[in-house]
């Protein structure tokens, strides 16, 4: 062995190339295939109706993913719940796709009683959890969808004041399913000191109740740029926001995307006029990998073991888990019976519908069979009486009226032609 490699602390070698192998090109190759592939991102919008939600993203990816909004005619009711929306597009830049998510939760917010407002939402993210651990049990993985959600942008109404209950009580709710970022909304409607203090209230409001929201991890060994560059990104949470799809011209000649006041003009490509570029710059350019990691790392991590427990399934929470083929068998044998006990119930389910059903059906024909028996047997009574009393007048010597004579004589001949 070569004496002069030093060992790490882990025991591996450090090797010196005699010469060119290639595999310095492995990045390449991995961002050739992604970028063949495309890239998929799901980002969830939350916040009540007029905060500006389809505005930001419309702004955050220049394109008009939203349509305008119609508002409801007078007429109309409005939904009695939270309802979720979804909408995708397949957006370019530069010969690389994104596939973009954006899950839309109107109504949230938005009613007189919005104790559960956060519900259906927990649910449509679960629901998301669950589509991706079933892909997961699956014996062909090569196609895997992943509709997880990766970032919720929570819009906190401009008040000034401090968070409100119903946004510390859906934080608190999705905190460890999601991503959470939160926005203030139309922060052009606050003065600049006011939103300095109103930053604060909600970050302390954040802390008390301790709620988690992301914040782009910092790793060793990572250049110092990049180090300040993170700085800067959560140094800005929570990030006040102002959405324009509308160019205007500013003073000094330029032609901008922003809002036009008498007192002036709020850029929304200005860091200097509110913190929209750095919300686009931590979603898209340089932590849209790490949202997605954290999304599967930790948070659908967390949410598969619960799950799994909740089964039945002890799982070990270490790397253990991961490479060991036969707690990760014993796992998916698990909830592959899991999956075949729930067949057998539906089975027997259906089949006990089935046997009900034939039960009613062949009661209704039996119940035919007496109903057609009754009316036969009333019929033939009847033509006995009738016959009786015939009878009865013939010999009593009574004439009959028409109808009786030929029955009469078809009865004589019925007679004669028995003797
Ligand atoms: P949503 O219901 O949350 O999707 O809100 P919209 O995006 O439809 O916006 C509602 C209204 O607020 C529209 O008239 C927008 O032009 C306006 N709006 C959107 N973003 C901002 C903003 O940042 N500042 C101000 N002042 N108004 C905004």
New binding site residues.
Partial sequence: MNGSNPQTAAGLARKKLMGYVGFANLPNQVHRKSVRKGFNFTAM?V??????????I?TLFNTTL?PR?EPLPPHQERPKTVAIESISADIEENGVRLRLNVV?T?GFGDFVNNDESWKPIVDNIEARFDAYLEQENRVNRSKMQDNRVHACIY?IQPTGHALRPIDIEFMRRLHQKVNLIPVI?????LTDEEILQFKQRVLSDIAYHQIEIFRAPVYENEDEETIAENEEIVNKIPFA????NTEIDTPDGRRVRG?SYPWGV?EVDNEEHCDFVKLRQMLIRTHMEELKEHTNDVLYEKYRSEKLLAMGVAQDHSVFKEVNPAAKMAEERALHEAKLRKMENEMKLVFQQKVAEKEAKLKQSEEELYARHREMRDALEKQRLELEDKRRRLESGRPLTPEKVSSQATKKKGFSLRN
């Fill in positions: 919008v916040g009540e109706s007029g905060l500006g939600k389809s505005t930001l419309n939203y909004k839309d109107p819009f909304a139309k922060s052009d409607t926001v102002v959405g324009s809002r709020i």
